[in-house]
């Protein structure tokens, strides 16, 4: 990379919500569905396209570490312009109690790159699960 990636000031990430959803098609070595909710805020003066996400996915019990980095967000390249947010749900499949936690990655009209941090959410598997 030629270019660092730096945190917007006014960009930001909200967990809505996280769900467990025993529904959704799991691994067997990764039984525990959970759906999360979130909102991409552009409370900056600068349009920005979100470029792709980085996430990681840490196990309570074992502390292995999952990392996912994929292009866009759920198939889409989002455009925001200022004072507008982007909000989607898509899940994360864990073997137990997780933490999950990650940054989106951007890119703003003057071509400056472009982070945010996705704040760390539990995955807490239910008793009855």
């Known amino acids: 990379m030629d270019h660092e990636f ?4 006014g960009l930001s990430v909200e967990i809505d919500d996280v769900i467990y959803m025993p529904s959704l098609d799991a ?3 990764r039984p525990h569905p959970f759906v999360y909710f979130i909102n991409i805020k552009n409370d900056s003066s600068e349009r920005v396209v979100i470029r792709g996400r980085k996430w990681v996915v840490q196990e309570e019990d074992t502390g292995e570490v999952v990392v996912v980095e994929g292009d866009g967000v759920v198939g889409q390249t989002p455009e925001l312009v200022p004072g507008k947010a982007f909000s989607y749900n898509s899940y994360h499949v864990a073997r ?3 933490l999950a936690q990650g940054a989106f990655f951007g890119e ?3 071509g400056r790159r472009v982070f945010v ?3 760390q959410f539990k995955l807490v598997v239910p008793e009855w699960a």
């Open 6 to 9: 730096e945190e917007l000031d």
């Open 27 to 29: 691994p067997e070595e």
């Open 96 to 98: 137990g109690n997780a």
């Open 108 to 110: 703003t009209d003057g």
């Open 117 to 119: 941090r996705i704040p």
